[in-house]
């Protein structure tokens, strides 16, 4: 038996809930990005000049909402020094790599170069998806076992939102990547027929 089609009410709500877990899965992306924001001028150098937006700055708050939520007034102090360390780690790679980007030699939006590779026999991808992630999320361990507190809690967070920011980053760049091959191809396709055609 044919079933009735679907009646417009149906597909707009199918629409409106795919369109509800597209805008949720981007929110977390974007807190997952800020929050791994807050940790990279510690790790890396030589940051594209436009690499810390909005985005990217949107840690610092998430950071302070998972302090309120967690910490007591009196024991809230590690956010706020981490806080003015970030700021001031954030004007130091400002200051010492903005010449460097502004003679072109890495994309503006460059997520920065691992200090590890510099020490450690890795990759730049490797550093980015295993080193780093992992150095993050085993001092949060430690601080979380030896102190107790959220802040420790906060840099495991810091460890993983890492590791996701980085795999939709490469997730990103494969798809551009692809999408730059499937127009080399159409290009060359069309190319052969406008030479048949001649």
Known sequence: MNQPPQQPEQLGTFRDSINLANGLMNLFLISCTGVAATFYPFLRTQFGIRYFGLIQLAGLPISWLFAVSTCQPDTIWPFTYFTYA?????????FSTGKAIRKGYFHSRYNG???????????????????????????????????????????????????????????????KAMEIRDQEILNQSLSHELERMR
Not at 144 to 163: C, D, K
């Open 86 to 94: 970030f700021l001031m780690a954030l004007f130091i790679q400002k």
């Open 113 to 175: 170069y691992p200090l590890v590779c510099r020490y450690l026999n890795v990759s730049e991808r490797n550093a980015k998806i295993f080193v780093e992630p992992f150095i993050v999320g085993a001092i949060g361990i430690a601080v979380l076992i030896f102190t107790q507190h959220p802040f420790g809690a906060f840099m495991i967070v810091g460890g993983v939102a890492m590791l996701l920011d980085i795999a939709h980053m490469i997730d990103f760049q494969r798809r």
